[in-house]
Nanobody, 124 residues
Framework: QVQLVESGGGLVQAGDSLRLSCAAS?????????MGWFRQAPGKEREFVAA????????DYADFVKGRFTISRDTAKNTVYLQMNSLKPEDTAVYYC????????????????WGQGTQVTVSS
C-alpha cells in the first residue's frame, strides 16, 4: 500500500492562495501510478479535483477548478502538489490525496490509497 500524508491546508480569505502537499511513501518507485486530489465539503459527497500521472505528468482537472488550480509532482521528493489560486468560499472542504495504479486519471472508483485529509477554509 502507498502511504500518503497531506499538509498545507489552513484558513484564508477569498482570493488568496494555498499550496497543498502530499508526501508519498511505501514504494521504491511510483511509476505507473496516478495521484489525485479530491475534496469533500460539509453535507456533500467527495468529488474529484485534479490528478496527475507519475511518469509522464499528464494532468486532468474538474471543470470547476480549471484556470485556478494546478497539480504537479516532484519525483525527487515523492511529493504531489496542488497550487490553489483565487480561492472562493465554495472551495472550503477537506482535501484528500489519493493514489492508484494504472488506469485513467479520472477513474475515481479505482483510487484505493488515501491520506487523512487537510482542511481548507476560505472566508468571505
Amino acid at each position: 500500500q502507498v502511504q500518503l500524508v497531506e499538509s498545507g491546508g489552513g484558513l484564508v480569505q477569498a482570493g488568496d492562495s494555498l499550496r497543498l502537499s502530499c508526501a508519498a511513501s511505501g514504494r521504491r518507485t511510483f511509476g505507473g501510478h496516478a495521484m489525485g486530489w479530491f475534496r469533500q465539503a460539509p453535507g456533500k459527497e467527495r468529488e474529484f479535483v485534479a490528478a496527475i500521472s507519475w511518469n509522464v505528468g499528464s494532468t486532468d482537472y474538474a471543470d470547476f477548478v480549471k484556470g485556478r488550480f494546478t497539480i504537479s509532482r516532484d519525483t525527487a521528493k515523492n511529493t504531489v502538489y496542488l497550487q490553489m489560486n483565487s480561492l472562493k468560499p465554495e472551495d472550503t472542504a477537506v482535501y484528500y490525496c489519493a493514489a492508484k495504479y494504472l488506469g485513467s486519471l479520472k477513474a475515481t472508483a479505482e483510487y484505493d490509497n488515501w491520506g487523512q485529509g487537510t482542511q481548507v477554509t476560505v472566508s468571505s
